[in-house]
């Protein structure tokens, strides 16, 4: 039976503080990694508080780093840190992301421009910044969604964004492969974080209605297919999208 052992291995999950990201961080530092836990430096110190929290107990496997993914300088920062510490990098959970639902018709420009930047852009620019850190025969693992898929009433920006990491996902699976570096993504379905907690019940139970298992995710159910994608067990698996909705497909 396999088991999946991380030991010696260095993980950077980005908007890690909370929710899936939180999850996917614990699994991977269970799994025995050592764990970056990433977040946005707001205003009021409630990331701050909380990726502090989360690594208290990690020890000296556990590091909290401040770092707008959509800034090339606090990137570079965040990864000299983490070159520091810990000299490398072996696994990149892209899990940042925000919502700012309108109608196309409503929608502003600002609100398009935003989302893009944190869910699509700032991919790309934390991988490419994350490229001269990286061990060869690394992983990467971007968060997609179901959104990206079917796209969802009201979220053409963030289903843009989504369907947008799909399409990176491929390419840098081709462009990374001579480095052994695989390269994948994870689209979940409606999950209970403190995200998937804001949509009305009424929407809500309109959606459980279409998936077939009748519920929504948890976080550690999608956290786990990451860790997977994270291991050796996933090595020839790469330029993929694994779905994880409970079998909604529109």
Same mark, same amino acid.
């Given at each position: 039976?396999?088991?999946?052992?991380?030991?010696?291995?260095?993980?950077?999950?980005?908007?890690?503080? !909370?929710?899936?990201?939180?999850?996917?961080?614990?699994?991977? =530092?269970?799994?025995?990694?050592?764990? #970056?836990?990433?977040?946005?430096?707001?205003?009021?110190?409630?990331?701050?508080?909380?990726? /502090?929290?989360?690594?208290?107990?990690? $020890?000296?496997?556990?590091?909290?780093?401040? *770092?707008?993914?959509?800034?090339? *300088?606090?990137? !570079?920062?965040?990864?000299?840190?983490?070159?520091?510490?810990?000299? !490398?990098?072996?696994?990149?959970?892209?899990?940042?992301?925000?919502?700012?639902? %309108?109608?196309?018709?409503? +929608?502003?420009?600002?609100?398009?421009?935003?989302?893009?930047?944190?869910?699509?852009?700032?991919?790309?620019? #934390?991988?490419?910044?994350?490229?001269?850190?990286?061990?060869? $025969?690394?992983?990467?693992?971007?968060?997609?969604?179901?959104?990206?898929?079917?796209?969802?009433?009201?979220?053409?920006? =963030?289903?843009?964004?989504?369907?947008?990491?799909?399409?990176?996902? %491929?390419?840098?699976?081709?462009?990374?492969?001579? @480095?052994?570096?695989?390269?994948?993504?994870?689209?979940?379905?409606?999950?209970?974080? /403190? +995200?998937?907690?804001?949509?009305?019940?009424?929407?809500?139970? !309109?959606?459980?209605?279409?998936?077939?298992? @009748?519920?929504?995710?948890?976080?550690?159910?999608?956290?786990? #297919?990451?860790?997977?994608?994270?291991?050796?067990?996933?090595?020839? +698996?790469?330029?993929?999208?694994?779905?994880?909705? $409970?079998?909604?497909?529109?």
């Amino acid at each position: 039976m396999y088991s999946i052992d991380l030991t010696g291995k260095v993980a950077i999950v980005t908007g890690s503080s !909370q929710g899936l990201g939180k999850a996917t961080a614990t699994l991977l =530092y269970e799994a025995g990694a050592k764990v #970056v836990v990433n977040y946005f430096n707001d205003p009021e110190g409630k990331c701050r508080a909380q990726a /502090e929290e989360t690594v208290a107990a990690w $020890g000296d496997r556990g590091l909290a780093i401040a *770092a707008d993914v959509r800034s090339r *300088a606090e990137l !570079q920062q965040m990864f000299e840190i983490v070159k520091a510490r810990w000299g !490398q990098v072996d696994i990149l959970v892209n899990n940042a992301a925000i919502l700012r639902d %309108k109608t196309v018709k409503k +929608m502003e420009d600002r609100e398009w421009e935003d989302v893009i930047e944190t869910n699509l852009s700032a991919v790309f620019r #934390v991988v490419q910044s994350s490229l001269p850190f990286f061990n060869e $025969g690394g992983r990467i693992v971007s968060m997609a969604s179901i959104s990206g898929i079917i796209g969802f009433f009201g979220q053409a920006n =963030y289903a843009s964004a989504k369907a947008g990491v799909i399409g990176l996902t %491929k390419v840098l699976s081709r462009e990374l492969a001579g @480095r052994k570096i695989t390269v994948n993504a994870v689209a979940p379905g409606v999950v209970m974080t /403190e +995200m998937g907690k804001t949509i009305p019940e009424e929407a809500r139970q !309109q959606m459980l209605a279409q998936i077939p298992l @009748r519920r929504c995710g948890e976080p550690d159910e999608i956290a786990s #297919v990451i860790l997977f994608l994270c291991s050796e067990m996933a090595s020839y +698996m790469t330029g993929q999208t694994l779905h994880v909705n $409970g079998g909604w497909w529109g």
